[in-house]
Protein backbone atom coordinates (compact mmCIF):
# COMPACT_ATOMS: atom_id res chain seq x y z
CA UNK A 1 0.00 0.00 0.00
CA UNK A 2 1.09 3.24 -0.88
CA UNK A 3 2.49 5.49 2.25
CA UNK A 4 2.74 8.77 0.23
CA UNK A 5 -0.22 10.75 -0.42
CA UNK A 6 0.04 11.50 -4.20
CA UNK A 7 0.84 7.87 -4.63
CA UNK A 8 -3.06 7.23 -2.81
CA UNK A 9 -3.81 9.82 -5.32
CA UNK A 10 -2.63 8.41 -8.11
CA UNK A 11 -4.01 4.67 -7.41
CA UNK A 12 -7.18 6.11 -7.52
CA UNK A 13 -7.16 8.17 -10.21
CA UNK A 14 -5.64 5.23 -11.87
CA UNK A 15 -8.68 2.78 -10.97
CA UNK A 16 -11.12 5.49 -12.41
CA UNK A 17 -9.46 5.93 -15.46
CA UNK A 18 -8.91 2.10 -16.04
CA UNK A 19 -13.40 1.49 -15.27
CA UNK A 20 -13.74 4.45 -17.63
CA UNK A 21 -11.37 2.79 -20.44
CA UNK A 22 -12.82 -0.17 -19.92
CA UNK A 23 -16.50 0.47 -20.37
CA UNK A 24 -15.80 3.27 -23.72
CA UNK A 25 -14.01 0.13 -25.11
CA UNK A 26 -16.94 -2.43 -24.47
CA UNK A 27 -18.90 0.52 -25.67
CA UNK A 28 -16.94 0.09 -29.11
CA UNK A 29 -16.71 -3.27 -29.62
CA UNK A 30 -20.70 -3.37 -28.71
CA UNK A 31 -20.72 -1.04 -31.55
CA UNK A 32 -18.68 -2.55 -33.92
CA UNK A 33 -20.59 -5.77 -33.49
CA UNK A 34 -23.84 -4.70 -33.92
CA UNK A 35 -22.66 -3.05 -37.17
CA UNK A 36 -20.90 -6.51 -38.21
CA UNK A 37 -24.30 -8.61 -37.52
CA UNK A 38 -26.76 -5.61 -39.45
CA UNK A 39 -24.09 -6.14 -42.58
CA UNK A 40 -24.43 -10.33 -42.53
CA UNK A 41 -28.10 -9.57 -42.33
CA UNK A 42 -28.65 -7.64 -45.42
CA UNK A 43 -30.45 -4.77 -43.88
CA UNK A 44 -28.74 -1.97 -45.56
CA UNK A 45 -30.64 0.74 -43.51
CA UNK A 46 -29.62 -0.47 -39.94
CA UNK A 47 -26.14 -1.45 -40.92
CA UNK A 48 -25.82 1.94 -41.67
CA UNK A 49 -27.07 3.25 -38.70
CA UNK A 50 -24.91 1.01 -36.69
CA UNK A 51 -22.19 2.10 -38.92
CA UNK A 52 -22.40 5.46 -37.65
CA UNK A 53 -23.08 4.99 -34.31
CA UNK A 54 -19.36 2.68 -34.66
CA UNK A 55 -17.54 5.36 -36.17
CA UNK A 56 -18.55 7.71 -33.89
CA UNK A 57 -17.60 5.04 -30.88
CA UNK A 58 -14.22 4.25 -32.22
CA UNK A 59 -13.33 8.09 -33.26
CA UNK A 60 -13.79 9.18 -29.28
CA UNK A 61 -12.22 6.00 -28.20
CA UNK A 62 -9.40 7.15 -30.31
CA UNK A 63 -9.63 10.75 -29.47
CA UNK A 64 -10.05 9.93 -25.68
CA UNK A 65 -6.49 7.45 -25.88
CA UNK A 66 -8.66 4.66 -25.12
CA UNK A 67 -7.63 3.19 -28.32
CA UNK A 68 -4.60 4.35 -31.10
CA UNK A 69 -6.13 6.72 -33.83
CA UNK A 70 -4.44 4.16 -36.63
CA UNK A 71 -6.51 1.03 -35.05
CA UNK A 72 -9.76 3.17 -35.31
CA UNK A 73 -9.32 4.69 -38.53
CA UNK A 74 -8.13 0.92 -39.45
CA UNK A 75 -11.31 -0.53 -38.22
CA UNK A 76 -13.65 1.80 -39.45
CA UNK A 77 -12.03 1.24 -43.04
CA UNK A 78 -13.00 -2.28 -43.11
CA UNK A 79 -16.64 -1.62 -41.47
CA UNK A 80 -17.05 0.72 -44.44
CA UNK A 81 -15.64 -1.19 -46.97
CA UNK A 82 -17.87 -4.12 -45.83
CA UNK A 83 -20.77 -2.11 -46.13
CA UNK A 84 -20.33 -0.57 -49.08
CA UNK A 85 -19.82 -4.42 -50.40
CA UNK A 86 -23.30 -5.79 -49.59
Known sequence: ??????????????????????????AVR?????TRSA???GNKEVA??????AESALMAAA???TIHKKNASRKVSRLAAALKKM
Do not use: E, H, P, W
Open 63 to 65: GKG
Open 1 to 26: MANIASAKTRINRNAKRQRINSDRLS
Open 39 to 41: ILT
Open 48 to 53: QTCFRA
Open 30 to 34: TAVKK
